[in-house]
């Protein structure tokens, strides 16, 4: 089952914590994104293998960007 990972908000991606096709379990952390000096983990809401990593370390991206696929 594939899933995309979105931006819920304006930020700068911070750090990316997992790679491409890492295996990862729902609630496991993908990226953290910093937003107003606050930083946001951004978890998975199912278990899967990170087939695509849409960003990088400081990118700015926009609410409803695509930042990862999930299968």
Known sequence: MAGEIVAE???????????EGDTLA?????L???SMKMEIPVLTEQAGTL????????DVV???TILAVLQ
């Not at 729902?26 to 993908?30: H, I, M, Q």
Request: charged share 30%.
């Open 26 to 30: 729902a609630g496991d952390t993908v």
């Open 9 to 19: 908000m304006v930020a700068n991606v911070w750090r990316v914590v997992a790679k």
């Open 62 to 64: 926009q609410e409803g």
């Open 32 to 34: 953290i994104l910093e």
């Open 51 to 58: 087939a695509e990593l849409r960003v990088r370390e400081g």
